[in-house]
């Protein structure tokens, strides 16, 4: 093909999936039908069925409860604007605690810097108000090791407080963000629940997609680097009544009580892991006992085109190359790591070392998350949609829960020695290429007829095995894109029962797509930007 043929033939893509995406947000009839799948919701919370007296551990959720918001920053001077918004934007400021893992350079503006900065520029206030909630732990950028370990030392920084939020060092938060994450907690029903998804970009704060508040879902996985399972990029979820259960976790949102951040703390000795740390913190939850769920709302929005801070410091990408020396450590380090992990796995290749506190929990077992998740890292059976519809939450005996043990030292966990060698300075960061997503519109059809049963303490061990076995066949969940295309009406807004839809566009389209939004102006071009955005799943880039 000619040069101009090809550019031709990706423009006319492109607008085929502009097309076919305002087609199906606004819920007229889309050319690419034959192309989705569809998956009924009638009961977000995977509550609906169960025998009497088996459900969650109803949550207490103290209102002057002090909230940890723990961001752990790789030479990025948008951590400060991160903390300016977290203070700025609470409804009660004084209840906040701020817990920063700092990795820079000398030369680096650090994340409290640059927050007492724009304090005083943006409020007049010299002081540095709340400078006494912020706890941070600064790390030589040359002796970072990845996520792992940075969120490793950010539990670390945990001191009692009743509510946690992990979120990515660059984010932004809705005003009054404390509160909506409280309520949300509330509405699972769950002492035990964890809010996670992909979150948001920034452009999105305060405009929600679609009329039915479509809010990123994970559901699905893929086999990543070593082998080891990853998250898919998110689905769309829309219209939900309450968060929404999810056999996955995500690391740019994590809210909780703080007991789940000290029953199950990072393991530091996986230096240099991206992919399998969401999948193996999903893993280890479940097991621990907690239940991951999809906010119905937007809450953490996240700056994937770096619009912050633009020119005003470092934002330097983790992904930069190493001299050759170095390179070969790490290297040595990551496959180390990713021997670990496939014991945690149980997949071939193993180191079978023993895991201690980084292990399985006892309150689930690893085969009832692979039935829950429709994934077993053994086999690299990955999910591709069953567990995007209704799932069955799975009960457990409360008493099987490990005690709420205090941090654990960084001592007593063994960590390895910081380096003797350092890395070189970076290259210049390397720009992401935007990347398209799969979309679908979950939405909630008419209330299930069976009733839920009121949150009680006890799960009862003798139902375990049985909804552990519902948690394969989830109610509502049509599996066949041609039978759901051919029994199901399209999606309709407001009070009326509606459906969720999935593109399933290939990538290259998607590609081809972004390059020919370059030919699009005005209202079109906007909506495709908005609607091909980045729901990074690692954000290797940006960390």
Not at 426 to 454: F, K, N, Q
Request: aromatic share 6%.
């Amino acid at each position: 093909m000619t040069r101009d043929t090809t550019l031709a033939a990706a423009c006319l893509r492109s607008a085929l999936v502009a097309c076919a995406l305002h087609c199906a947000s606004s819920g007229a009839p889309s050319t690419f039908d034959a192309q989705m799948h569809h998956w009924e919701l009638k009961d977000e919370l995977g509550l609906a069925g169960l025998p009497v007296g088996v459900a969650p551990v109803a949550p207490s959720l103290p209102p002057a409860g002090k909230l940890f918001v723990g961001l752990s920053a790789y030479r990025d001077v948008r951590c400060g604007r991160t903390v300016f918004d977290v203070f700025t934007k609470a409804t009660h400021p004084e209840l906040i605690v701020v817990g920063v893992v700092d990795q820079v350079a000398p030369s680096d503006r650090g994340c409290v810097e640059v927050y007492c900065a724009l304090a005083k520029e943006r409020l007049g206030k010299a002081d540095c108000p709340h400078r006494d909630q912020i706890r941070v732990k600064r790390v030589d950028f040359r002796d970072a090791r990845g996520p792992t370990l940075a969120r490793y030392y950010q539990q670390q920084l945990i001191r009692g407080e009743e509510y946690c939020l992990q979120m990515d060092a660059h984010s932004l938060v809705n005003p009054a963000f404390d509160e909506q994450l409280r309520e949300q907690l509330r509405q699972t029903r769950n002492e035990n629940a964890v809010l996670t998804t992909y979150v948001q970009d920034i452009a999105d704060m305060g405009h929600p997609i679609g009329a039915d508040h479509e809010i990123p879902h994970l559901c699905k996985t893929m086999v990543g680097e070593g082998g080891l399972p990853r998250n898919q990029q998110a689905i769309e979820a829309a219209a939900l009544r309450s968060p929404k259960l999810t056999p996955l976790w995500g690391a740019g949102l994590s809210f909780s009580k703080c007991h789940a951040e000290l029953r199950v703390p990072y393991d530091p000795h996986l230096p240099q892991i991206f992919d399998g740390e969401e999948f193996s913190r999903a893993l280890r939850l479940f097991t621990h006992g907690y239940d991951m769920y999809t906010p119905s709302r937007g809450i953490v929005f996240h700056d994937y085109r770096h619009k912050l801070m633009q020119g005003q410091g470092n934002q330097v990408p983790w992904s930069f190359q190493p001299p050759p020396e170095e390179g070969a450590r790490k290297a040595a380090e990551q496959e180390a790591s990713n021997k670990r992990l496939r014991t945690l796995f149980r997949m071939p290749g193993a180191s079978g070392e023993a895991l201690g506190a980084f292990g399985l929990g006892p309150a689930r077992t690893f085969e009832q998350f692979v039935q829950f998740s429709g994934v077993d890292p053994r086999t690299q059976k990955t999910s591709e949609g069953d567990q995007c519809g209704d799932v069955k939450w799975v009960p457990f005996e409360a008493a099987k829960m490990i005690a709420v043990p205090g941090a654990v030292p960084a001592a007593a966990a063994g960590l390895p020695a910081p380096p003797a060698a350092k890395l070189a300075a970076p290259s210049v960061a390397r720009a992401p290429a935007l990347r398209g997503r799969d979309r679908a519109v979950a939405r909630p059809a008419a209330a299930a007829a069976t009733a839920t049963p009121a949150p009680m303490a006890v799960a009862g061990a003798a139902t375990a095995g049985t909804a552990a076995a519902a948690g394969t066949a989830a109610a509502g969940v049509t599996v066949s894109a041609a039978a759901a295309v051919a029994t199901v009406a399209p999606a309709t807004r407001g009070g009326k029962p509606r459906l969720a839809k999935e593109l399933l566009l290939h990538g290259k389209l998607l590609a081809l797509a972004a390059a020919g939004m370059l030919f699009f102006v005005g209202p079109g071009r906007k909506m495709m930007l908005r609607r091909l955005k980045q729901w990074n799943p690692d954000d290797r880039l940006t960390n």
